[in-house]
């Protein structure tokens, strides 16, 4: 912020603030700031001088030279430093233990196991039809309290044409794999042209549909677990379809939602 002068010469900062309307905690908060190039301001990167009554590097070394012992290995931070103690060892305090610890990212589970990776949020491109697929299964109601139908939909992202599609009695990877078999063969997919996505649900990470992806040559994809929104293409044509004033409550029979679900997709298409 530039001086700002009256004629009753240098205002303050109160007054500056006040007269351009910049609320005072910007404008400290931008003095604050760290300037490389300030050589008054250097000092404040300085690194703080170590306590005198830290643990020295080789103190530290022994602390995790102890914690990696096997004894150790499935004891947690109070119980390997109360054993320490008990056989008249006292290298630091619990909170100095878990510090150092800390430090080499080792506060949690030691034991080498498997830790699942980072997922990363999916992204769907399609410039052409049939290059990405998005397939997912919906719940219809039956005539009856607690009995559903279920629907099985293969749409194509480019184009939102359900390229595929059945009710059936009970969700069933064999079921969904006859599906996409059948779509894949009546719209003449070649191996390596298509990616189709899903959400985590049994059918759709079964290992017999996984084969047969791999067999056809199509490139699987998933949702993030617990992730509701990372298949919306799915879900918006299952909300385009149940929102529909004449869409029926509940379904008498299975052949009775297999042609509700004839005149839907005939009038979605």
């Given at each position: 912020m530039q001086a700002v002068t009256s004629a009753r010469?240098?205002?303050?900062?109160?007054?500056?603030?006040?007269?351009?309307?910049?609320?005072?905690?910007?404008?400290?908060?931008?003095?604050?700031?760290?300037?490389?190039?300030?050589?008054?301001?250097?000092?404040?990167?300085?690194?703080?001088?170590?306590?005198?009554?830290?643990?020295?590097?080789?103190?530290?070394?022994?602390?995790?030279?102890?914690?990696?012992?096997?004894?150790?290995?499935?004891?947690?931070?109070?119980?390997?430093?109360?054993?320490?103690?008990?056989?008249?060892?006292?290298?630091?305090?619990?909170?100095?233990?878990?510090?150092?610890?800390?430090?080499?990212?080792?506060?949690?589970?030691?034991?080498?196991?498997?830790?699942?990776?980072?997922?990363?949020?999916?992204?769907?491109?399609?410039?052409?039809?049939?290059?990405?697929?998005?397939?997912?299964?919906?719940?219809?109601?039956?005539?009856?309290?607690?009995?559903?139908?279920y629907l099985y939909v293969v749409l194509d992202i480019f184009s939102r044409y359900a390229v595929g599609w059945m009710v059936a009695r009970c969700e069933a990877a064999l079921l969904a794999r006859q599906l996409i078999e059948e779509s894949a063969a009546k719209h003449g997919i070649e191996p390596g042209q298509l990616q189709i996505h899903s959400d985590r649900g049994g059918p759709m990470t079964a290992k017999s549909l996984a084969l047969l992806l791999a067999d056809l040559g199509i490139t699987q994809s998933w949702s993030r677990p617990h992730v509701s929104d990372d298949n919306p293409f799915s879900e918006a044509q299952f909300k385009t379809l149940k929102y529909r004033p004449d869409f029926p409550d509940r379904f008498g029979s299975l052949e009775d939602a297999r042609a509700c679900c004839v005149r839907l997709f005939d009038w979605y298409h």
């Open positions: 010469g240098r205002l303050s900062c109160v007054e500056a603030c006040a007269a351009l309307s910049v609320p005072r905690a910007s404008y400290y908060r931008a003095r604050g700031r760290v300037s490389p190039r300030d050589p008054a301001s250097r000092s404040e990167t300085r690194p703080r001088k170590g306590s005198p009554r830290a643990l020295s590097a080789e103190e530290r070394g022994l602390v995790l030279d102890l914690a990696h012992e096997e004894r150790f290995v499935d004891l947690s931070v109070p119980q390997v430093w109360a054993t320490l103690l008990d056989e008249g060892q006292y290298l630091c305090s619990i909170r100095t233990m878990y510090r150092i610890l800390d430090a080499r990212g080792e506060v949690r589970e030691r034991r080498n196991q498997l830790r699942h990776p980072p997922y990363r949020k999916p992204e769907l491109l399609a410039t052409a039809p049939n290059q990405v697929w998005s397939w997912d299964i919906t719940k219809l109601r039956g005539p009856a309290k607690w009995t559903y139908f």
